[in-house]
T-cell receptor
Framework: EAQVTQNPRYLITVTGKKLTVTCSQN?????MSWYRQDPGLGLRQIYY???????DKGDVPEGYKVSRKEKRNFPLILESPSPNQTSLYFC???????????FGPGTRLTVL | AQSVAQPEDQVNVAEGNPLTVKCTYS??????LFWYVQYPNRGLQFLLK??????LVKGSYGFEAEFNKSQTSFHLKKPSALVSDSALYFC?????????????FGSGTQLTVLP
């Protein structure tokens, strides 16, 4: 089954404790992206990757890091989480940027 | 830069009635437009897209969308709403960040279908 998986689905952490949210896709897509969803703001892109070892900033990259060492994986790293990063996070993949995107189930992060 | 506006945060409709969820866009060049749906505790699912051709696009679950170039709109429609259509709906437009293509999403419209 074609899918995008994310882990964990739910995470409660404290300010400053480094965390990683994993994302994996099995569709051999070149393009992957991270979004955060906040009420009234829709989805805002954090980072995207056009291929292995090619990443770039989206609209709201501050406080986040990503890496793309393999085509299927695109982890999101919060080196020092803060409460304003409490949000719902989605990973997505597509064959190209701006093409139909396939979304993971989401990770609800709470930073205390 | 491209943008999407969904002017209604909330739309309520009675089951069996037609529904419309509104979307307007701004983008340079020919618009590529998408609708996604998000059910509770789920990721976004693709509903339909407009690239070129017929202004009325048909998608999943009986939804369709009408592209209007002069009004820069791409409204989502369904002739007869179901309670199970209750969800959060997002419109998106393809644009560019530098040389990289990307999707820009609207703020979402919560659709509630009342039994």
């Amino acid at each position: 089954e074609a899918q995008v998986t994310q882990n964990p689905r739910y995470l409660i952490t404290v300010t400053g404790k480094k965390l990683t949210v994993t994302c994996s896709q099995n569709m051999n897509h070149e393009y992957m992206s991270w979004y955060r969803q906040d009420p009234g703001l829709g989805l805002r892109q954090i980072y995207y990757s056009m291929n292995v070892e090619v990443t770039d900033k989206g609209d709201v990259p501050e406080g986040y890091k990503v890496s793309r060492k393999e085509k299927r994986n695109f982890p999101l790293i919060l080196e020092s989480p803060s409460p304003n990063q409490t949000s719902l996070y989605f990973c997505a993949s597509s064959s190209g940027g701006g093409d139909t995107q396939y979304f993971g189930p989401g990770t609800r992060l709470t930073v205390l | 830069a491209q943008s999407v506006a969904q002017p209604e945060d909330q739309v309520n409709v009675a089951e069996g009635n037609p529904l419309t969820v509104k979307c307007t866009y701004s983008v340079s060049g020919n618009p590529y437009l998408f609708w996604y749906v998000q059910y509770p505790n789920r990721g976004l699912q693709f509903l339909l897209k407009y690239i070129t051709g017929d202004n009325l696009v048909k998608g999943s679950y009986g939804f369709e969308a009408e592209f209007n170039k002069s009004q820069t709109s791409f409204h989502l429609k369904k002739p007869s709403a179901l309670v199970s259509d209750s969800a959060l709906y997002f419109c998106a437009v393809r644009g560019y960040r530098g040389s990289a293509r990307q999707l820009t999403f609207g703020s979402g419209t919560q659709l509630t279908v009342l039994p």
